[in-house]
Every structure is written in C-alpha cells, then in structure tokens.
Antibody, heavy 119, light 116 residues
Framework: EVQLVQSGAEVKKPGESLKISCQGF????????IGWVRQMPGQGLEWMGI????????RYSPSFQGQVTISVDKSISTAYLHLRSLKASDTAMYYC????????????WGQGTLVTVSS | QPVLTQPPSASASLGASVTLTCTLS???????VTWYQQRPGKGPRFVMR????????SKGDGIPDRFSVFGSGLIRYLTIKNIQEEDESDYHC?????????????FGGGTKLTVL
C-alpha cells in the first residue's frame, strides 16, 4: 500500500523553528514529487512547495518562498518541511502529498501534522 | 495563474443528488481541475480530475460510482448522486499551472457539504 506517514503534532513558541517529516512507503520514493500544503484552522488548502526526491529539485509558492525550506533524505525516503521563526499565524495543519505525473494530482496524502504556535 | 472559486457551503438530503461547482477565472477555460474530498478531521483524498471533456484518467481508490464530473466553459462540476452520510465532507478543487520554475498549484476555498 502506498502511504505517506508524517511526524506527530508539535507545540512551539513564537520564534522557534520546526522540521516536519513525511516518510513514503510502498513505492519508489525518488520517482515522484512530494508537495506540502498548509491548512489554517477552518480554512482551505494552500500549496507551499514541491520537491523531487530524485535530485532535490524544489519549487516554492511565491507566498512561502523564503519563509520555509523543503528538503529530502532519499536514503530514508523522507521529505521535510522546515519552518523558521514561527509566529502564531503559522498555527495550522500541514500535509504532504505525492504528486502523480503525468496525471497531475496529489495522491495519496499524509495524515497531516498539526503545528500550534503559542507563547 | 488561475483563481478557483467555490461556494462555501452546500447541502442535500440523504439519498438526493448535489452538484458542486469550481469556477476558473477567465482565460483559463481549457484548464483541468482536480477534486479532493476531506472528511471531518481527516486529510484530503483524491476524487478525480476533470476538464471540458469530462473525467481525466481514473477515479481515486474507493470513490463510488455515485461520484461523477463534467466541465463546461469555466466551470468544473462534481456531482454526487444518492448522497450518503459518509459524503458529508469539505470538497476542494485544485489546478496546476505552468511548468519548470513557473510551476504553481492553486486551490479553491473549498465547499462544505452538509447531508441533511
């Protein structure tokens, strides 16, 4: 079964940093892009960026460029989302998802990682 | 890049049908969109992709035949027939744009479907 398993919920203070992980199982991890999507409380989905584990090519949404870093460790089939200088407004659920080309859709999605930023 | 507009809410009675809409901004009438279902407290799940020619590719795993799509002009539709309680979810549409360094993904605001 193809699945993405994300790291657990985090509670952080403003100004701290955080790295969320997303590990792929059941497929060739290096052959498919992995994307990251934010969902703020009660809101819709926002695309943050995407990485190709085979060569670490990365593309960011202009809304998140410079604010986050996406990386990968293909030796352990894991992608990461690094959030820096956290603010209360970063409180959200973060999802990773596999991007299927040439179909151009996300499938499957990880279970989500809830990040709460509070002093 | 396109803007996707979805009504914030919709409702339908158990056993009835409902059609959800995702409207592309003008000049993007040839774009395909992908529908995702998000049940309460869960992550999104791929439903199917649609263009003006109808479904693109296959449905997501476990998506029942009650779900269908079509597209016309700037609107992409998701129709659910014989609505069941488990269909109560948020439905998001998304579209990809560009390639290479200009690649981008956008989502609509989502529609919350309530089953009455």
């Amino acid at each position: 079964e193809v699945q993405l398993v994300q790291s657990g919920a985090e509670v952080k203070k403003p100004g701290e940093s955080l790295k969320i992980s997303c590990q792929g199982f059941g497929y060739t991890f290096t052959s498919y892009w992995i994307g990251w999507v934010r969902q703020m409380p009660g809101q819709g989905l926002e695309w943050m960026g995407i990485i190709y584990p085979g060569d670490s090519e990365t593309r960011y949404s202009p809304s998140f460029q410079g604010q986050v870093t996406i990386s990968v460790d293909k030796s352990i089939s894991t992608a990461y989302l690094h959030l820096r200088s956290l603010k209360a407004s970063d409180t959200a659920m973060y999802y990773c998802a596999r991007w299927l080309q040439p179909f151009n859709w996300f499938d499957p999605w990880g279970q989500g990682t809830l990040v709460t930023v509070s002093s | 890049q396109p803007v996707l507009t979805q009504p914030p809410s919709a409702s339908a009675s158990l056993g009835a049908s409902v059609t959800l809409t995702c409207t592309l901004s003008s000049a993007y009438s040839n774009y395909k969109v992908t529908w995702y279902q998000q049940r309460p407290g869960k992550g999104p799940r791929f439903v199917m992709r649609v263009g003006t020619g109808g479904i693109v590719g296959s449905k997501g795993d476990g998506i029942p035949d009650r779900f269908s799509v079509f597209g016309s002009g700037l609107i992409r539709y998701l129709t659910i027939k014989n609505i069941q309680e488990e269909d109560e979810s948020d439905y998001h549409c998304g579209a990809d744009h560009g390639s290479g360094s200009n690649f981008a993904l956008v989502f609509g605001g989502g529609t919350k479907l309530t089953v009455l």
